[in-house]
């Protein structure tokens, strides 16, 4: 309607072009929402595990038919380079196809009966499940949600980034139409539409992906419902070079991607590499020479483009204001890759990518999640003095080490304090659908992919007859505590 408020998107690399709108909320949407999924949940519970697996591949088949102008739309509102958004939706349809393939056996009962007793563990919904999600890679992050909690019984509220709604509204709004009316909603808006959401008495569960201040405000909201939540927050990821890492092109290519990759704005891409010091001058002109490779700045929507804009023109100033701090406490700037040259980069919101050297762990690039293309590269001396140096500060996402001895990398990475850490590779490339992903310390809590990821939706719940009291069973005094067995 003509009075409802609308979300309007602006194009990253021609930030004068509008995209589209999504309409936000109204006051009672929420609540309207949150009670049909309720009731859709309790219907959806009932059904096999084996049909709502099939519901999960309908709709991986609709992403996929959708996804040829949905990858066009999501380089528009995001500026991630076209490749990489295709690479995302073909990664979401596996992604729900494979909870579709796991879900049924890993929500089987599981029951024992033996000398003990006979137990039964059930894996049960929540019910209705808010998931707030961002903007950097809108799609799959959605679906991480989507795919256990839908393949788990529960109903999903989703509630998208306002930087990236538009590809994500078009796939969310036709893949519900794979499932049952009022199980998958879209509610798009800002910080009221999320604290409704999140503090609603009729949601049961919420999974949050973003940064440290909002997730602050998302789990102090889920508190104080006493409602539990699955959060991935943001990292520092730290990426240690030993000194026997091979600086093979392949594997330079490799690190130079897994630093900037969607212009540097993903959680668990690599944020400071640390090398051994005698190493620093080889390893820095083979970075060089590699992002000269694989890195092409430009339009998100030009051929060849491998690093786009960033979102907006605010993270644009705040990334120039760390590059600018950085070179006044004697930081070295060495740009890295080329631009395209039918990309006008003053019309977007475009920062160069850069190699920063002569740096100290204190300068704010290197202490803070700096989310952008920028790749402080750290000399050590020892191993001990890295291990102290890439724990500190109170992030622990991602981190990998680099070694051409994988037991020696394997034996280095349990020293460090990250929830994921990657041998010989970093970002994407090193991610597994089975292995769980989620961070420690104040990176989050809770776990995407894999069977874990799937727990994330369901509670135990447990029928128990003790041995005692069954038929011949010896029976035990009120009120004893069981002995264990």
């Given at each position: 309607m003509a009075d409802q408020e609308l979300i309007e998107r602006h194009n990253p690399s021609r930030a004068r072009e509008s995209v589209g709108t999504v309409p936000v909320a109204r006051e009672g949407d929420v609540g309207q929402a949150v009670a049909a999924a309720g009731s859709a949940a309790r219907i959806w519970a009932a059904e096999p595990?084996?049909?709502?697996?099939?519901?999960?591949?309908?709709?991986?088949?609709?992403?996929?038919?959708?996804?040829?102008?949905?990858?066009?739309l999501l380089a528009r509102e995001s500026g991630k380079p076209l490749a990489d958004g295709r690479g995302e939706l073909a990664f979401s349809a596996a992604v729900l196809r494979w909870y579709a393939d796991a879900a049924p056996s890993l929500l089987a009962d599981h029951e024992v009966d033996d000398g003990q007793g006979r137990l039964v563990v059930r894996r049960r919904p929540y019910g209705p499940v808010a998931a707030l999600t961002p903007w950097n890679a809108p799609v799959v992050?959605?679906?991480?949600?989507?795919?256990?909690?839908?393949?788990?019984?529960?109903a999903l509220l989703v509630k998208p980034s306002p930087l990236a709604p538009l590809a994500?509204?078009?796939?969310?709004?036709n893949m519900a139409g794979c499932f049952p009316p009022g199980l998958l909603h879209t509610l798009h808006g800002h910080e009221s539409t999320a604290a409704a959401l999140v503090g609603h008495p009729g949601v049961f569960k919420v999974a949050f992906t973003g940064g440290e201040r909002a997730g602050r405000a998302v789990g102090a909201l889920a508190a104080a419902a006493l409602t539990p939540t699955t959060m991935e927050l943001g990292g520092n990821d730290p990426a240690i070079l030993l000194d026997d890492a091979a600086l093979t092109d392949e594997a330079m290519d490799r690190l130079v991607m897994a630093c900037l990759a969607t212009a540097g704005q993903v959680c668990m891409a690599v944020k400071r590499v640390y090398v051994p010091r005698r190493?620093?001058?080889?390893?820095t002109a083979?970075?060089?020479?590699?992002?000269?490779?694989?890195?092409?700045l430009g339009d998100a929507l030009h051929p060849g483009v491998t690093v786009g804009p960033v979102v907006n023109a605010v993270a644009a100033a705040r990334l120039t204001a760390l590059i600018d701090d950085a070179l006044r406490r004697g930081a070295r700037a060495t740009p890295l890759g080329t631009v395209c040259p039918d990309t006008d980069v003053s019309a977007g919101h475009f920062v160069a990518p850069l190699l920063l050297t002569c740096l100290g762990d204190d300068v704010p690039v290197v202490r803070e999640e700096q989310f952008g293309p920028l790749v402080p590269v750290l000399p050590y001396d020892r191993e001990d003095e890295v291990v102290d140096r890439a724990?500190?500060?109170?992030?622990?996402?991602g981190a990998s080490v680099w070694s051409a001895d994988e037991d020696r990398a394997f034996a280095f990475a349990a020293r460090l304090d990250a929830g994921f850490c990657f041998v010989n590779t970093h970002n994407r490339t090193g991610m597994s659908l089975r292995a769980p992903f989620g961070g420690v310390k104040r990176s989050g809590h809770g776990r995407e992919y894999g069977a874990e990821g799937l727990a994330e939706y369901t509670q135990s719940c447990v029928v128990h007859a003790p041995a005692a009291f069954r038929p011949g069973g010896g029976g035990m005094a009120p009120g004893a505590y069981p002995v264990p067995g």
């Amino acid at each position: 309607m003509a009075d409802q408020e609308l979300i309007e998107r602006h194009n990253p690399s021609r930030a004068r072009e509008s995209v589209g709108t999504v309409p936000v909320a109204r006051e009672g949407d929420v609540g309207q929402a949150v009670a049909a999924a309720g009731s859709a949940a309790r219907i959806w519970a009932a059904e096999p595990a084996e049909v709502r697996a099939e519901a999960l591949r309908a709709a991986a088949a609709e992403l996929e038919r959708r996804s040829a102008d949905a990858a066009v739309l999501l380089a528009r509102e995001s500026g991630k380079p076209l490749a990489d958004g295709r690479g995302e939706l073909a990664f979401s349809a596996a992604v729900l196809r494979w909870y579709a393939d796991a879900a049924p056996s890993l929500l089987a009962d599981h029951e024992v009966d033996d000398g003990q007793g006979r137990l039964v563990v059930r894996r049960r919904p929540y019910g209705p499940v808010a998931a707030l999600t961002p903007w950097n890679a809108p799609v799959v992050l959605t679906v991480l949600k989507l795919a256990p909690a839908l393949a788990a019984g529960n109903a999903l509220l989703v509630k998208p980034s306002p930087l990236a709604p538009l590809a994500l509204d078009g796939l969310l709004r036709n893949m519900a139409g794979c499932f049952p009316p009022g199980l998958l909603h879209t509610l798009h808006g800002h910080e009221s539409t999320a604290a409704a959401l999140v503090g609603h008495p009729g949601v049961f569960k919420v999974a949050f992906t973003g940064g440290e201040r909002a997730g602050r405000a998302v789990g102090a909201l889920a508190a104080a419902a006493l409602t539990p939540t699955t959060m991935e927050l943001g990292g520092n990821d730290p990426a240690i070079l030993l000194d026997d890492a091979a600086l093979t092109d392949e594997a330079m290519d490799r690190l130079v991607m897994a630093c900037l990759a969607t212009a540097g704005q993903v959680c668990m891409a690599v944020k400071r590499v640390y090398v051994p010091r005698r190493a620093h001058d080889r390893f820095t002109a083979a970075f060089t020479a590699a992002a000269d490779r694989v890195v092409r700045l430009g339009d998100a929507l030009h051929p060849g483009v491998t690093v786009g804009p960033v979102v907006n023109a605010v993270a644009a100033a705040r990334l120039t204001a760390l590059i600018d701090d950085a070179l006044r406490r004697g930081a070295r700037a060495t740009p890295l890759g080329t631009v395209c040259p039918d990309t006008d980069v003053s019309a977007g919101h475009f920062v160069a990518p850069l190699l920063l050297t002569c740096l100290g762990d204190d300068v704010p690039v290197v202490r803070e999640e700096q989310f952008g293309p920028l790749v402080p590269v750290l000399p050590y001396d020892r191993e001990d003095e890295v291990v102290d140096r890439a724990n500190a500060g109170e992030l622990g996402l991602g981190a990998s080490v680099w070694s051409a001895d994988e037991d020696r990398a394997f034996a280095f990475a349990a020293r460090l304090d990250a929830g994921f850490c990657f041998v010989n590779t970093h970002n994407r490339t090193g991610m597994s659908l089975r292995a769980p992903f989620g961070g420690v310390k104040r990176s989050g809590h809770g776990r995407e992919y894999g069977a874990e990821g799937l727990a994330e939706y369901t509670q135990s719940c447990v029928v128990h007859a003790p041995a005692a009291f069954r038929p011949g069973g010896g029976g035990m005094a009120p009120g004893a505590y069981p002995v264990p067995g």
